[in-house]
């Protein structure tokens, strides 16, 4: 019989500590980059999420945006988490238990859309607008999907990696006399 100071093997030690499980909330991948919640979900249980997260006392989203990870695939995502070209990113905050919580949901090149989160938080009109003007990624059930900071007759979006930076010349007005 070994005693306390016994040494385990390898075999044993790893046996002893069984692997951490994924950690999930309301049924979707979180991680912890940072000391931060981010929470994974698929395009088609976004809102669902972002709903159930409001009813858990998260009463702000105080931001959407979006990133395009055309020249930088090297993300960190959760085991079972897709990566695609663009990313679109909510903030969540409650006050009531002093806390945020983050959502990255995956959004292909071939189909740039997600639904809107208006219905849920009707702040989100606005930089929806913005990620639609600037990314080209379409939100369904969105009020008023125009562009909001680039002209209607304005071709691409500046804010893609792939948008020709510099093609249009600027333009200045004439000097006032």
């Known amino acids: 019989m070994a005693g306390p100071e016994a040494e385990e093997t390898p075999e044993e030690a790893g046996a002893a500590e069984p692997a951490p499980?994924?950690?999930e909330r309301h049924g979707v991948p979180v991680?912890?980059?940072?000391?931060?919640?981010?929470?994974h979900p698929p395009r088609d249980r976004w809102v669902e999420v972002v709903t159930a997260l409001r009813d858990e006392?998260?009463?702000?989203?105080?931001?959407?945006?979006?990133?395009?990870?055309?020249t930088h695939a090297g993300r960190v995502l959760p085991e079972g988490v897709a990566p695609e070209r663009f990313e679109v990113v909510a903030q969540l905050v409650s006050f009531e238990h002093r806390e945020r919580v983050r959502l990255r949901v995956?959004?292909?090149e071939a189909e740039p859309e997600v639904a809107s989160l208006f219905e849920?938080?009707?702040?989100t009109e606005a930089p929806e607008r913005?990620?639609?003007?600037?990314?080209g990624i379409s939100f369904t059930g969105h009020p008023d999907l125009t562009r909001?900071?680039?002209p209607e007759d304005w071709e691409g979006h500046p804010l893609r990696k792939d948008y020709a930076v510099g093609r249009i010349p600027v333009q200045f007005k004439a000097p006032h006399r």
């Open 57 to 70: 006392g998260f009463n702000l989203c105080s931001e959407v945006t979006a990133v395009d990870y055309l």
């Open 31 to 39: 991680t912890r980059p940072l000391g931060q919640v981010v929470l």
């Open 148 to 150: 909001i900071l680039m």
């Open 130 to 135: 913005e990620v639609f003007d600037m990314y």
């Open 120 to 123: 849920v938080f009707p702040g």
């Open 21 to 23: 499980e994924a950690e």
């Open 106 to 108: 995956q959004v292909p």
